[in-house]
């Protein structure tokens, strides 16, 4: 009844493979963790399984925040895999660069909204880059791969989760990563209000200086 026909390998990644399958005659997408030779078997297992669990809880938190998701319709304990909907449209990724500048501005303000709705739920993402946001059809922005992802309300957390959308900007679209990052600083003003905002805004550069000492410490 609940059987996944029909797949194709979409990407391979070190945590997870995604595969787009067919189900009850809809596309989906099939997260699936294989076993890891490297890891001790029953470590390995118990990895699996929390993360199995753990990401579709996590899915479901941000959606009740008011972040787009895929939909959960499968979760395989077992065999560690999520069958999930298949959200037609592109990766932000692809969409930034061939944009306007003021579409840029309402894109990376929208991004930083959906994070600050995640993060004053206590969500923290875990990899956000703009490879794991997609934006459909229809114009909504939903957030994917929360594989890395934990509940946390902490000040280091959410700076962290920031700093490393930071990086992600600066590496894939490094001739606007300024104002796009300035963009979503603003969009998550708005949600967290000016005074929480900031403390986390100087916890990112708290850990940037922390970065830097560290690099200095190897160059020396």
């Known amino acids: ?13 070190a945590e997870a493979s995604l595969f787009l399958a067919s189900w009850h005659g809809r596309r989906v997408i099939v997260k699936a963790r294989f076993p890891k030779k490297y890891r001790p078997a029953e470590l390995d297992a118990k990895i699996r399984s929390y993360r199995t669990a753990h990401e579709p809880q996590l899915m479901h938190e941000a959606k009740l925040a008011g972040v787009p998701t895929p939909t959960i319709f499968l979760v395989d304990m077992k065999n560690a895999v999520i069958t999930m909907e298949f959200v037609e449209g592109k990766q932000v990724k692809q969409v930034l660069p061939h944009v306007s500048k003021k579409a840029q501005q309402e894109l ?32 909504k922005i939903f957030l994917v791969d929360f594989g890395l992802g934990e509940k946390n309300s902490e000040l280091e957390a959410r700076g962290v989760d920031l700093h490393l959308m930071k990086r992600a ?37 708290e850990i940037e200086r922390r970065g830097r000492y560290v690099d200095e410490r190897k160059q020396a």
Not at 1 to 8: C, H, L
Not at 176 to 200: I, M, T
């Open 169 to 205: 900007l600066q590496s894939t679209h490094y001739q606007f990563a300024e104002e796009c990052f300035r963009n979503v600083l603003r969009g998550y003003s708005e949600v967290l209000g000016g005074e929480d905002a900031g403390k986390v805004f100087e916890k990112i550069r």
């Open 1 to 13: 009844m609940d059987k996944v026909d029909s797949q194709k390998l979409l990407k391979k990644g």
């Open 108 to 139: 990376c303000g929208r991004i930083g909204v959906l994070i600050g709705k995640m993060h004053r739920r206590g969500v923290i993402h875990g990899d956000l880059t703009t490879s794991n946001m997609i934006l459909s059809g229809e114009g």
